[in-house]
C-alpha cells in the first residue's frame, strides 16, 4: 500500500473514532441534562441538569404573571404571589431527563419540545380563588349574558335581530383555564380563544329562525275583514301573530286552537239565533223577545278552516263568514224594518215593509189551553212560501191559498173556513199553534214577504 492510501485510511480511522466519541460523549451528557429546544413549564431549559433546571423553575415561577386576554381587548393579570404559587420538586424533572431519547441527540437541534411538569407547582387555594374571584372579568356586574338571535316586528315586518355575544365568562371553566395556566407557565392566555365566555344558543344563520322568520312574514300578511253590515272585525298581522306555534321541528304554524277560540268568540258576540231581543210593537210598547229560530249562526267548524286556508294562502279579501243560518238583515238590529209582528194577547198581526205597515188583521192562535197547541212565543224566520198548501189539521179543513211557515210545521195562513177572527176565539176555537188570519190580508203578506223575514211573536 503506498503512503498516500496509508495516510487516507489512517485519517478515516480517526474520523470514525472521533465521530464515535463525539456521538458516545453526547448520549452520555444528555443522561444528564435535557436535549435542545427543551421548554419545561415555557421556560427554557436546554443543556440543563435536573438541579439547574428546579433553580431555574423556582426562580421564573417566582418572577412569574399571568397575563389575561379578555373579550373587546381587555386585559388583567395575576401573579405569583397573589395565587400563592411555589416549584416544589417531585421528580417530575429528572424523569423527563430520564425519559428523553438521548441516543438520537444529534436531531435534536433543531427541534422544539414542549413538557409540562405542572404536579410540580404548588398554590395556595384560598390565595388562587381570591385573586380569580379578583378580577373585574369575574365581577357579576361587569358580566353581560349573551342574547340570542330572534324575530322581531319592525316597521310592518319581522325582521331577525342578531345575536349578541355579551362577556359573561363559565365560571368553571375560567377558573379551569386560568388555574392550568399558572401551574404549566402559560402566558398570556385567551379567554375568548380558550372558549371560556357563554356562547348564544341561536345565532342569525340559524335553519330554523330564518325559515320561521319568512314563514311568519308569510303568514301575517294578510288582511281578512269580516262584514257584519254595520260592523267589521279585522284579522291582522297583530291578530295573526298570536296564532303561531311550532312544530315538531320547530317551525311556526298556525295553531288551529287559537283559531277556533277568535271564531267562537266571534260567534258568540255575532250570533243572534235565539238571543233577546229589544222591540217597539205597533202601539209604542218596548218589550224584550227571546228564542225562536230567527237570525244569525255561524258555521263555525266551516269558518275555522275557510279562514286557516285564506291566511296559508295569503288571500287579503272582505267577506262574510260561513252561515250554518241566516236571517234577513246583518246590521246590529236584525229584525230591521220588514217584519211581522204578532201580538198574541189582542190577537192581532201586522206585516211591516220596509218601516211601513201594510198589512193589519186580526187572528186567531194556538189554543193555549190545549196541550202542545199553544202558538210559541219568540223571534222566529220564514221558510218558503207556498199557494195551494194543506194543512194537516184534524179539526178543521186542510186546503188553505196562502202558507208562510215560521217554526217546523208552524205557519201562518188564511181560512176559507172561519167567518170570523179575533178577541177570544182561540180559547176555544184555537189552532194547533199556527196563526189564522184573513185571506185579503194574508194575499198582502204573501205577495211581499220573502225568505228568512222575522217573525216576531209575543204576548
Known amino acids: 500500500m503506498s503512503t498516500r492510501k496509508k495516510i487516507m485510511v489512517t485519517l478515516i480511522i480517526i474520523l470514525l473514532l472521533l465521530t464515535a466519541g463525539v456521538y458516545g460523549y453526547g448520549a452520555y451528557y444528555f443522561t444528564e441534562h435535557f436535549l435542545p429546544g427543551s421548554m419545561v413549564n415555557g421556560f427554557n431549559c436546554s443543556y440543563m441538569t435536573v438541579s439547574e433546571s428546579e433553580d431555574l423553575l423556582t426562580k421564573k415561577v417566582g418572577a412569574y404573571v399571568l397575563t389575561i386576554d379578555t373579550r373587546n381587548n381587555g386585559q388583567e393579570s395575576i401573579t ?12 417530575s424533572v429528572g424523569k423527563l431527563i430520564r425519559d428523553q431519547d438521548r441516543f438520537t441527540w444529534f436531531l435534536a437541534f433543531n427541534q422544539h419540545r414542549n413538557y409540562e411538569v405542572s404536579s410540580s407547582i404548588k398554590y395556595d387555594e384560598k390565595k388562587m380563588e381570591a385573586a380569580i374571584s379578583g378580577l373585574k372579568c369575574m365581577q357579576q356586574e361587569n358580566m353581560t349574558e349573551p342574547s340570542d338571535a330572534h324575530i322581531e316586528e319592525k316597521d310592518d315586518q319581522f325582521v331577525i335581530i342578531p345575536e349578541q355575544q355579551g362577556n359573561a365568562l363559565k365560571t368553571k371553566k375560567t377558573n379551569k383555564d386560568i388555574i392550568d395556566a399558572l401551574v404549566t407557565g402559560r402566558t398570556p392566555i385567551d379567554l375568548e380563544a380558550d372558549g371560556c365566555y357563554k356562547d348564544p344558543k341561536v345565532y342569525q344563520n340559524d335553519k330554523i329562525l330564518v325559515k320561521n322568520c319568512e314563514l311568519i312574514n308569510k303568514l301575517t300578511d294578510v288582511v281578512i275583514t269580516y262584514d257584519f253590515d254595520d260592523r267589521t272585525e279585522t284579522v291582522d298581522r297583530d291578530t295573526i301573530k298570536n296564532w303561531l306555534t311550532t312544530d315538531e321541528n320547530g317551525l311556526y304554524i298556525l295553531d ?46 266551516e269558518e275555522v278552516k275557510e279562514l286557516t286556508r285564506l291566511i296559508k294562502n295569503e288571500e287579503t279579501q272582505v267577506r262574510e263568514p260561513v252561515y250554518s243560518h241566516k236571517g234577513l238583515v246583518r246590521k246590529t238590529n236584525d229584525i230591521g224594518y220588514t217584519y211581522i209582528e204578532i201580538d198574541l194577547t189582542a190577537q192581532r198581526m201586522v206585516f211591516y215593509k220596509d218601516g211601513t205597515p201594510i198589512a193589519d188583521a186580526q187572528i186567531v192562535s194556538g189554543n193555549p189551553f190545549v196541550p202542545n197547541c199553544a202558538t210559541p212565543a219568540g223571534c222566529y224566520t220564514t221558510g218558503e212560501i207556498k199557494s195551494g198548501y194543506t194543512v194537516n189539521g184534524e179539526d178543521y179543513p186542510s186546503a188553505v191559498n196562502y202558507w208562510i211557515p215560521f217554526d217546523e210545521n208552524l205557519g201562518i195562513n188564511d181560512a176559507p173556513w172561519r167567518t170570523a177572527f179575533g178577541e177570544q176565539l182561540y180559547e176555544f176555537e184555537g189552532t194547533h199553534g199556527s196563526i189564522c188570519a184573513p185571506a185579503d190580508q194574508m194575499q198582502i203578506i204573501y205577495n211581499n214577504v220573502e225568505k228568512n223575514t222575522p217573525v216576531v211573536i209575543y204576548e
Open 80 to 91: 405569583a404571589e397573589q395565587a400563592g404559587l411555589a416549584y416544589d420538586s417531585d421528580g
Open 256 to 301: 288551529q286552537k287559537q283559531i277556533e277560540a277568535y271564531i267562537s268568540e266571534l260567534a258568540a258576540k255575532y250570533d243572534t239565533v235565539g238571543t233577546e231581543r229589544t222591540f217597539n210593537t205597533y202601539d209604542g210598547r218596548g218589550i224584550t223577545v227571546g228564542g225562536g229560530n230567527y237570525g244569525w249562526q255561524i258555521d263555525q267548524k
